[in-house]
């Protein structure tokens, strides 16, 4: 079975809905006022941005191990690139 990548934007805009109506549900049932809905929201908010940077931050600490040499390749020096003419004879 293959594994496949997450898709980040659609889950964020799921939490990020998710959230939106669960604030609104917990007002409708009277468990919180606007007063306090007012306070529940951003750090509802805040909350979900901090874990689409910890998502992300262990993505690219994992994308970065699972490919070991990665961005440390340096330019070719030029006794190892081949010439114009090299290249048309090979």
Same mark, same amino acid.
């Given at each position: 079975? =293959?594994? *496949? !990548?997450?898709?980040?934007?659609?889950?964020? %805009?799921? $939490?990020? %809905?998710?959230? /939106?109506?669960?604030?609104?549900?917990? *007002?409708? &049932?009277? @468990?919180?006022?606007?007063? &306090?809905?007012?306070? $529940?929201?951003?750090?509802?908010? /805040?909350?979900?941005? @901090?874990?689409?940077?910890?998502?992300?931050?262990? !993505?690219?600490? =994992?994308?970065?191990?699972?490919? +070991?040499?990665?961005?440390? =390749?340096?330019? +070719?020096?030029?006794?190892?690139? +081949?010439?114009? $003419?090299?290249?048309?004879? &090979?």
């Amino acid at each position: 079975m =293959r594994l *496949h !990548s997450y898709d980040w934007v659609a889950l964020s %805009f799921g $939490a990020l %809905f998710l959230a /939106i109506v669960g604030n609104w549900w917990a *007002h409708e &049932q009277g @468990l919180v006022s606007i007063g &306090q809905l007012a306070l $529940a929201a951003p750090i509802t908010l /805040i909350a979900l941005g @901090l874990v689409g940077i910890v998502g992300s931050l262990t !993505s690219a600490s =994992r994308t970065r191990s699972a490919t +070991p040499g990665a961005g440390t =390749r340096t330019a +070719p020096s030029p006794e190892e690139t +081949p010439t114009a $003419a090299e290249r048309t004879s &090979q």
